[in-house]
């Protein structure tokens, strides 16, 4: 039947507007074919340099690559897409890119969406494979027996400091291992439950997550016990079996992975936490430009040899970033420091502060030079 003059002027908008949208989702079906394209234009010369890699012996997994595509990308960036979201596509192109060389194992500390875990996917996307394990000495380990090619293990984290595990591992086998990029994972804790908040009798999380979140907790849960537990995603776990009475302290991940509901997003007492891991593997990276070096060194207990040696840093107008100082359990009283500072360990005046470390030293270990990493979303 054919419609009235009245009837199509008064759909005429609607029509309009259907037919835009049908056309600009037929723009974007043609843009995705043409990015589909490219993607697998990109993913066949990565394979060509996976050949070159293999012939050359060359490592896979290239930090300061990585890198300096991230730099290129980003510079080159104008929006309207988020940074974020420029990062997350391009890390798993690259993800995909190395998969396509070589499936790369990374150890983490599981168990699984631990933040180790979701700091490990950060670095090395969803076309890896991860093997979780059950402490930090054992992801040292899966290195050395070569089960995995990369460890993501936990350095330090801005509310609780060090992480004695880690730096007791480095001590303790000094030469087996490198540090080859660092990652720094903005720890957001968020309160999950499948009760109501005021049903919360217990509060599961991994010790420094309670205590990272001890004054919300106090203020918001005055009826609740809180028990540690390995790990804020083994808390999720244990919320499914008390689903009454039970929350955790834990990720988003792990409210997904365990179907718990978000009760309290964001319940950390300093509104910036984050914690900072170390990759290592059998090397460290090669130069970029914008790079940071850890060092672990010993130095005999006399008056004034940590002045000494922080004086060779500031005579070469060397920034240190971070120093621990860790008791040296073969000889009471000594100490072994660890310390991170900007530069390569090839650039000038980082090896002229080894040259003066190696001679004030007992002994000196550079754990690895790798590119300064960028703060979690930026
Ligand atoms: O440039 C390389 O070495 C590559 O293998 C390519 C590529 C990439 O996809 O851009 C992939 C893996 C490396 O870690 C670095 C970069």
Redesign the pocket.
Known sequence: MARSKSESNSNSAPDKGASNLAALRGQIDKLDLNILELLNK??S??AQ??KV?EDQG??????A??EE?LTNVLDAHKGPLSTITVKAIFRE??S???AI?KQQKIAYLGPEYSYSHLAAIQRFGEASIYNRTANIAAVFEELNRKHADFGVVPLENSTDGRVVDTLEMFMRFPDQVKICSEIRLRVRHHLLANCAQAEVRRVYSKEQALSQCRNWLAKNLPNATFHPVSSTADAARLVQTEPNIAAAVASREAAVRYNLGILAENIADSPFNETRFAVIGATDSAKTGTDKTALMFQIAHTPGALADVLTAFKQNKINLTWIESFPFREVKGEYVFFVDFDGHREDTRVKKVLAVLEDMCESVTVLGSFPLARADGE
């Open positions: 990109r993913a010369v990565a340099i996976g890699k060359g490592n896979v997994f290239s930090a690559r990585e595509v192109l690259i995909g890119s190395r060389q």
